[in-house]
């Protein structure tokens, strides 16, 4: 009996060990590294056009005086147009940026046309838009189109692209990344004698963003 009292009173004091235990504090310890800097990276193309012409300058004009770019002079121009005629320019599309990006959409914009805004003639501004077929492609090689269609529908806002090529980022000091995409804008053989004369001028616009998977 005695003995069983005797282990009774050390369960107790091992109990009241353990619970006082509960509020002790233990020894602890931290460590950090140096401060941490996070850069956005950054989605920026630029464009030029090809076929070994001066940088910049548009890709398609009527003379040489239109294609003309400073003291810089034009090599290729397209001659004055009428229905049935097509005519091919490329454009050189480089990654400035530093992400890896996938060109997705095509727009475009008619600026003037007889040399004034294009809503002061919006008949004259929709005929000619919707007479004219625009097909983008990649230079090197024709199956991959990224847009066929009307100007007109490229006038409303960004296109998605059929196709969606890759452009790696830009590392300095190499050249930046590039791919050359070809423009081929055809007049149609439907497009009446209100397009007689008239001279628009209109704008491309090539729309970049990142990809999923940066490299």
């Given at each position: 009996?005695?003995?069983?009292?005797?282990?009774?009173?050390?369960?107790?004091?091992?109990?009241?060990?353990?619970?006082?235990?509960?509020?002790?504090a233990?020894?602890?310890?931290?460590?950090?590294?140096?401060?941490?800097?996070?850069?956005?990276?950054?989605?920026?193309?630029?464009?030029?056009?090809?076929?070994?012409?001066?940088?910049?300058?548009?890709?398609?004009?009527?003379?040489?005086?239109?294609?003309?770019?400073?003291?810089?002079?034009?090599?290729?121009?397209?001659?004055?147009?009428?229905?049935?005629?097509?005519v091919?320019?490329?454009?050189?599309?480089r990654?400035?940026?530093?992400?890896?990006?996938?060109?997705?959409q095509?727009?475009?914009?008619i600026?003037?046309?007889?040399?004034?805004?294009?809503?002061?003639?919006?008949?004259?501004?929709?005929?000619?838009?919707?007479?004219?077929?625009?097909?983008?492609r990649?230079?090197?090689n024709?199956?991959?189109?990224?847009?066929?269609?009307s100007?007109?529908?490229?006038?409303?806002?960004?296109?998605?692209?059929?196709?969606?090529?890759?452009i790696?980022?830009?590392?300095?000091?190499?050249?930046?990344?590039?791919?050359?995409?070809?423009?081929?804008?055809?007049?149609?053989?439907?497009?009446?004698?209100?397009?007689?004369?008239?001279?628009?001028?209109?704008?491309?616009?090539?729309?970049?963003?990142?990809?999923?998977?940066?490299?």
């Amino acid at each position: 009996m005695k003995r069983k009292l005797f282990l009774a009173a050390i369960l107790i004091l091992v109990l009241a060990a353990l619970a006082g235990g509960a509020t002790m504090a233990w020894f602890t310890s931290a460590a950090s590294n140096a401060p941490n800097t996070f850069t956005a990276g950054t989605v920026s193309i630029a464009a030029d056009r090809g076929l070994g012409e001066p940088l910049p300058g548009p890709m398609f004009y009527t003379t040489l005086a239109e294609g003309q770019v400073g003291p810089l002079p034009a090599f290729n121009p397209t001659g004055p147009w009428f229905p049935g005629m097509a005519v091919t320019r490329n454009l050189e599309v480089r990654n400035i940026g530093t992400l890896q990006v996938r060109l997705h959409q095509v727009s475009a914009a008619i600026y003037s046309i007889n040399g004034l805004p294009p809503d002061l003639n919006p008949a004259l501004a929709a005929a000619f838009a919707a007479n004219m077929n625009v097909k983008v492609r990649m230079a090197a090689n024709p199956l991959q189109v990224l847009y066929n269609g009307s100007l007109a529908a490229l006038l409303t806002g960004p296109q998605a692209c059929i196709f969606e090529p890759v452009i790696a980022p830009w590392i300095p000091p190499a050249w930046p990344p590039m791919q050359q995409l070809a423009f081929e804008v055809t007049m149609s053989t439907a497009a009446g004698n209100i397009l007689q004369g008239v001279v628009p001028v209109v704008e491309f616009f090539v729309h970049a963003e990142q990809t999923a998977n940066n490299p």
